[in-house]
């Protein structure tokens, strides 16, 4: 029997469309939440390396202006006008958001909690964005992954800064029972991720080294041909393909963006949500969520990785049991989306007006 929503009026906004992030935690609020009503901030269909921004776009960008080519500001000011009542706005990652229509929010509003949240650093200034760091003093509370992004976002202004962990999607991140056996797995290494050029050179450099890798994602047109090892998919793969591509992985590996100072990725909680064996960049928030060599495995240098590469492909039923006890951390620790949507609404919850 269907669990009954809770009775809140919440305005989402965040890029709806398929594949994001943004619309799988949509997708969850409404799950639980009646009332929820949705924007996206992104024109749609909009997928990445598929659709590319104009060029005067990808200039305001690089200012800091970013165009609001979903006319969101407008969408937003039109909609407040007709709500009778809204308790939450949650705007996910809007950097082409004017503090004006924050404040339109609040004044229309008053009792309304207005939240901002990301899964980027954004304290750095190629995630944000001149309208977001204006407006950052208008928001009840910032949601962040980053543990360095509660003080720092605190400086610029944030009233108020809480941690949500990144997480893996129940619903889609899962196993398939078609490769739950190591035999079925065809692919021996892959990599799912854009393109680097520290990510290219260590990939290059275990083609090199008689790794054989498919690497799937937008920018890698310069490897292709590179070396016979090395395998370049044509396209990025998202959704029920990227499960699939995981599940038929035998490695997953998983590089961090060092421009973000990442320390985890949500690829960290979806590939040992569905089951994967995760190969990742060793950090102390990795080591914070799973046990090396038990739950997950990591490296700190190519050599490590080559030995670790090579030692689980010969020695891979530990490959399927890492992939187990990964998932099964994942779950018992509450690394799900639905968990860390609860997690947030709760704080929410504690805000005061």
Same mark, same amino acid.
């Given at each position: 029997?269907?669990?009954?929503?809770?009775?809140?009026?919440?305005?989402?906004?965040?890029?709806?469309?398929?594949?994001?992030?943004?619309?799988?935690?949509?997708?969850?609020?409404?799950?639980?939440?009646?009332?929820?009503?949705?924007?996206?901030?992104?024109?749609?269909?909009?997928?990445?390396?598929?659709?590319?921004?104009?060029?005067?776009?990808?200039?305001?960008?690089?200012?800091?202006?970013?165009?609001?080519?979903?006319?969101?500001?407008?969408?937003?000011?039109?909609?407040?006008?007709?709500?009778?009542?809204?308790?939450?706005?949650?705007?996910?990652?809007?950097?082409?958001?004017?503090?004006?229509?924050?404040?339109?929010?609040?004044?229309?509003?008053?009792?309304?909690?207005?939240?901002?949240?990301?899964?980027?650093?954004?304290?750095?200034?190629?995630?944000?964005?001149?309208?977001?760091?204006?407006?950052?003093?208008? &928001?009840?509370?910032?949601?962040?992954?980053? @543990?360095? %992004? =509660?003080?720092? *976002?605190? #400086? !610029?202004?944030?009233?108020?800064?809480?941690?949500?962990?990144?997480?893996?999607?129940?619903?889609?991140?899962?196993?398939?029972?078609?490769?739950?056996?190591?035999?079925?797995?065809?692919?021996?290494?892959?990599?799912?991720?854009?393109?680097?050029?520290?990510?290219?050179?260590?990939?290059?450099?275990?083609?090199?080294?008689?790794?054989?890798?498919?690497?799937?994602?937008?920018?890698?047109?310069?490897?292709?041909?590179?070396?016979?090892?090395?395998?370049?998919?044509?396209?990025?793969?998202?959704?029920?393909? &990227?499960?699939?591509?995981?599940?038929?992985? @035998?490695? %997953? =590996?998983?590089? *961090?963006? #060092? !421009?973000?100072?990442?320390?985890?990725?949500?690829?960290?909680?979806?590939?040992?949500?569905?089951?994967?064996?995760?190969?990742?960049?060793?950090?102390?928030?990795?080591?914070?969520?799973?046990?090396?060599?038990?739950?997950?495995?990591?490296?700190?240098?190519?050599?490590?990785?080559?030995?670790?590469?090579?030692?689980?492909?010969?020695?891979?039923?530990?490959?399927?049991?890492?992939?187990?006890?990964?998932?099964?951390?994942?779950?018992?620790?509450?690394?799900?989306?639905?968990?860390?949507?609860?997690?947030?609404?709760?704080?929410?919850?504690?805000?005061? @007006?």
């Amino acid at each position: 029997m269907p669990t009954k929503k809770i009775d809140k009026n919440i305005l989402y906004i965040g890029d709806l469309n398929e594949g994001t992030r943004s619309l799988m935690r949509y997708n969850t609020i409404n799950e639980i939440y009646s009332n929820v009503s949705s924007l996206s901030n992104t024109v749609t269909p909009f997928i990445a390396g598929v659709h590319t921004e104009s060029f005067i776009a990808r200039i305001f960008h690089k200012l800091q202006l970013p165009l609001d080519n979903a006319k969101i500001n407008k969408k937003i000011n039109d909609l407040i006008i007709k709500k009778l009542a809204l308790d939450i706005v949650f705007i996910e990652k809007s950097n082409m958001i004017k503090p004006s229509t924050i404040t339109n929010i609040a004044k229309r509003f008053p009792e309304s909690k207005i939240i901002s949240l990301s899964e980027d650093d954004m304290y750095a200034k190629h995630n944000s964005s001149i309208y977001y760091r204006k407006s950052i003093k208008y &928001y009840d509370a910032i949601f962040t992954t980053k @543990k360095y %992004n =509660l003080h720092e *976002l605190m #400086k !610029i202004g944030a009233r108020r800064t809480e941690l949500f962990l990144d997480s893996f999607n129940e619903e889609l991140h899962k196993p398939l029972q078609e490769f739950e056996k190591i035999e079925n797995k065809d692919i021996d290494i892959s990599f799912i991720g854009t393109f680097e050029k520290e990510r290219s050179e260590t990939l290059l450099w275990l083609a090199e080294n008689g790794i054989k890798i498919i690497v799937y994602g937008n920018g890698w047109n310069k490897l292709v041909g590179k070396h016979p090892n090395l395998f370049i998919s044509k396209f990025a793969i998202y959704g029920e393909e &990227y499960v699939k591509t995981i599940n038929r992985t @035998k490695i %997953n =590996l998983c590089f *961090l963006r #060092k !421009i973000n100072r990442d320390q985890v990725t949500c690829r960290s909680m979806e590939i040992p949500g569905c089951g994967g064996f995760l190969l990742a960049e060793r950090t102390e928030r990795h080591k914070e969520f799973f046990k090396e060599g038990q739950e997950a495995e990591f490296f700190s240098s190519n050599h490590e990785l080559l030995l670790k590469i090579n030692y689980y492909l010969k020695n891979s039923i530990k490959i399927i049991e890492i992939g187990k006890a990964g998932r099964k951390k994942c779950i018992d620790s509450g690394y799900t989306m639905r968990q860390q949507i609860v997690n947030i609404f709760n704080l929410i919850d504690t805000i005061k @007006k």
